[in-house]
């Protein structure tokens, strides 16, 4: 009977432990802070838990060190989830404040001419080229400001820190439950109808529509605040940002 009960706290423990997973993260290429040490200087895709403070950052020109098992607690604490693939014991946070010493040639790039909390949308004024140690350079810096402007921050972003692509997103133009304006455009033939927005999208992305005459869910491509299209417009959009051919908008229900 023993055996039996521990069986079934087991496979009741299996069920949950699915519900109890954070979103997973992954330690950044290059960490380092300009200040306090957050989870979002450490983490990529860190979310609202990016502003969570977890140490004190190190003097200009230092590094902090940090304890990776404590990071990796506070992480889950916060909702996150880094399995630490290379079994690190630290994680060295090279200081950004102010003259860095031995940190390698400068290069200049877009930064944050203001801090942004999460959500922001990047204006003009927000961006700057400035200087940064080579080694802060992100992979997906972005080469200049147009493809910048009119995203939002996915986290905390500090003043002075390098734009890089992976922190922002596009701005959300339908949300759900919106009234959609639905059009087809093709050999001279134009069809639109409206529909109700199954989720949130941003421009390019594609969204579920139900068509309130028939309530059929369709797929459609975001074009603008509340408007979309389907048919070879969206396939001509989604090829372009994704490389597929393949028709998956073909017609209005």
């Known amino acids: 009977m023993r055996g039996l009960k521990l069986i079934g706290v087991l496979l009741a423990l299996s069920w949950a ?21 957050t989870l979002g ?6 979310g609202p838990a990016g502003g969570v403070i977890i140490g ?4 200009a020109g230092l590094s902090a060190v940090l304890d990776a098992g404590a990071v990796q607690r506070i992480a889950r604490d916060h909702g996150l989830d880094w399995d630490n693939p290379r079994n690190l014991q630290r994680i060295v946070v090279p200081s950004l404040g102010g003259p860095v010493a ?7 790039v877009l930064t944050y001419s203001r801090s942004l909390t999460a959500g922001e ?36 972003l500090r003043s ?13 133009m339908i949300k759900r439950d919106d009234l959609v304006e639905v059009g087809y455009h093709s050999d001279g033939v134009s069809l639109t109808l409206q529909g109700k927005a199954m989720a949130d999208a941003a421009a ?13 869910v369709i797929q459609a491509i975001v074009t603008g605040p509340d ?27």
């Open 102 to 108: 031995s940190a390698g040639p400068m290069v200049e």
């Open 121 to 156: 949308i990047v204006q003009p004024t927000d961006i700057a080229y400035g200087k940064v140690p080579s080694f802060a350079v992100p992979a997906d810096a972005p080469r200049d400001a147009d493809g910048v402007i009119g995203k939002t921050a996915r986290r905390p």
């Open 227 to 253: 408007e979309a299209v389907v048919g070879p417009e969206a396939d001509a959009i989604r090829a372009a940002a994704t490389g597929q051919t393949r028709s998956q908008f073909a017609a209005l229900p």
């Open 41 to 46: 200087d450490l983490f990529d895709n860190s």
């Open 160 to 172: 002075g820190a390098a734009v890089a692509e992976h922190d922002l997103s596009n701005s959300i």
């Open 204 to 216: 390019g992305e594609p969204v579920s529509i139900q068509n309130m005459a028939s309530k059929k």
């Open 17 to 37: 432990a699915p519900a109890l997973a954070g979103q997973p993260v992954s330690l950044r290429a290059q960490v380092a802070a300009s200040g306090p040490i």
């Open 56 to 59: 004190s950052g190190a003097p």
